[in-house]
């Protein structure tokens, strides 16, 4: 399987993107939009990560049950794919969710439904997927 996340707006706070889900016969499986932070130069905790080809792996952790770990990325280390709502939730990380809204009137989008997101993401890809990072 493959995902590609397309970021396609830069905010001072944050990165908002879609990433699309395909199959092995290369078919368009999901999509959903994502919440990244914005680009300050791979900083650890403030920026997000290069665009890139990355393995997506299933992980559980106490902290955020099921999710995702995305390898490699070092010098940073634990970058995942998680649920949660606003930039604030994240240190590199990314988030998932079916849509757009400022939940907590702060003048930024937040992703919405998180958690129903990863979990059709775990659902459709239990084994993990590539990932492609990319700008749109």
Same mark, same amino acid.
């Given at each position: 399987?493959?995902? +590609?996340?397309?970021?396609?707006?830069?905010?001072?706070?944050?990165?908002?993107?879609?990433?699309?889900?395909?199959?092995?016969?290369?078919?368009l499986?999901?999509?959903?939009?994502?919440?990244?932070?914005?680009?300050?130069?791979?900083?650890?905790? =403030?920026?997000?990560?290069p665009? /890139?080809?990355?393995? &997506?792996?299933?992980?559980?952790?106490?902290?955020?049950?099921? *999710?995702? *770990?995305? &390898?490699p990325?070092?010098?940073?280390?634990?970058?995942? $794919? *998680?649920a /949660?709502?606003?930039?604030?939730?994240?240190q590199?990380? $990314?988030? +998932?969710?079916?849509?757009?809204?400022?939940i907590?009137?702060? /003048?930024?989008?937040?992703? =919405?439904?998180?958690? =129903?997101?990863?979990?059709?993401?775990?659902?459709?890809?239990?084994?993990?997927?590539?990932? $492609?990072i990319?700008?749109?």
């Amino acid at each position: 399987m493959k995902a +590609v996340i397309t970021r396609k707006k830069f905010e001072k706070v944050q990165t908002l993107g879609e990433l699309e889900l395909y199959n092995n016969q290369n078919q368009l499986i999901y999509k959903c939009k994502t919440l990244e932070l914005p680009w300050k130069n791979n900083q650890l905790r =403030v920026s997000c990560i290069p665009e /890139g080809i990355y393995q &997506v792996n299933p992980r559980t952790s106490a902290k955020f049950k099921k *999710h995702f *770990h995305v &390898v490699p990325t070092e010098p940073r280390s634990y970058i995942l $794919i *998680h649920a /949660g709502n606003y930039y604030t939730d994240i240190q590199g990380c $990314i988030l +998932v969710g079916t849509a757009y809204s400022d939940i907590n009137k702060d /003048g930024y989008l937040d992703v =919405v439904n998180s958690k =129903v997101a990863l979990n059709r993401l775990l659902g459709l890809a239990p084994k993990g997927f590539e990932l $492609i990072i990319k700008k749109g």
